[in-house]
């Protein structure tokens, strides 16, 4: 009997260990061609010379990392300056996707909540209610998040038909509207991995700590959010990240002052006026700084679980 469990029932039995690369192909090729090539071509492009009709030249050239960090003056012969106009729109884009993902975490993590607090059966349908919107292609709930908050629709007629205000208020074309549509367009990103953590999580505790007189709000931060954590930071990330990479949103509801980094790779490559190389430059500058923060993140979470340990 136990010798048949044993035999059997061990996990450390891998029955497709000859076979294991071979089932892994399938993975490796989708993981090749749809990530791995398009990085390394936009890598390469990155170092080559713009053309000046479009396109590229096959030259090697150090010049569109340099446009991006250094200004040489209109002819390219004057002494180099730091050039701000790149930086403070970097800068622009990681304020904006920060102040989105607050936000979503602020509204999605008590919609987290509330949802994994419900009776079971009713669960998957306002899990369902958080996912119907996103049916919808995103271009076109930005197009309507536009027509919802522009100065002649829905929400100002609505505010000053019941006497709240008496002008229409501006948003479009403001850091708030944009905001409004990265919080929009990523809210569920931050819902689903709270939830999927609170439904995990233990409710005795919280009664447990009921019971020792703690206080809800001592509850909340000693209790529950330690045990969701990992969820709340799988959703901060997954707003996070995209944001900071957006351009519908800053395009549409934010208008040319409110330019991001996602903007300005996605103008880089439009007609016969882009600069490819240059946007190649700054999608690389991007993924590289995305990738720091993630090592630096994911190296503070290690040193935060040996001490615990």
């Not at 993981?31 to 090539?37: H, R």
């Not at 996602?262 to 995305?290: C, D, H, R, T, Y």
């Amino acid at each position: 009997m136990a010798g048949g469990a044993a035999s059997g029932g061990s996990a450390l039995t891998d029955t497709y260990a000859e076979s294991r690369n071979w089932l892994l192909m399938p993975a490796w090729v989708v993981l090749l061609i749809l990530s791995l090539a398009p990085v390394a071509m936009m890598l390469i492009y990155s170092f080559l010379t713009k053309e000046f009709r479009g396109g590229v030249i096959w030259e090697f050239s150090l010049a569109a990392y340099d446009q991006f960090f250094f200004d040489r003056g209109l002819f390219g012969d004057e002494p180099p300056v730091i050039e701000w106009t790149y930086i403070q729109i970097f800068w622009r884009s990681i304020w904006q996707a920060g102040a989105a993902t607050i936000l979503s975490l602020v509204i999605g993590f008590p919609t987290a909540y509330f949802i994994a607090t419900r009776p079971e059966k009713v669960r998957p349908m306002w899990v369902f209610l958080i996912t119907i919107p996103y049916w919808v292609n995103l271009l076109i709930r930005t197009v309507s998040m536009k027509f919802l908050l522009r100065d002649q629709g829905p929400l100002n007629d609505f505010l000053i038909g019941i006497g709240l205000i008496d002008s229409p208020i501006h948003i479009v074309n403001t850091n708030f509207a944009v905001q409004l549509g990265l919080f929009y367009s990523y809210l569920p990103f931050m819902v689903l991995p709270i939830y999927a953590a609170v439904e995990r999580y233990n409710f005795t505790l919280s009664e447990a700590a009921a019971d020792l007189y703690a206080t809800k709000w001592v509850t909340l931060r000693r209790i529950l959010l330690p045990a969701v954590k990992p969820g709340v930071i799988a959703g901060c990330i997954l707003v996070f990240v995209p944001s900071l990479g957006s351009f519908l949103a800053p395009d549409l509801l934010g208008g040319a002052k409110n330019f991001m980094i996602g903007s300005l790779i996605e103008e880089q490559f439009k007609g016969n006026a882009g600069n490819w190389p240059f946007g190649a430059a700054a999608s690389m500058i991007l993924l590289s700084m995305v990738l720091i923060l993630l090592m630096l993140f994911s190296r503070q979470q290690a040193k935060t679980q040996a001490s615990e340990g």
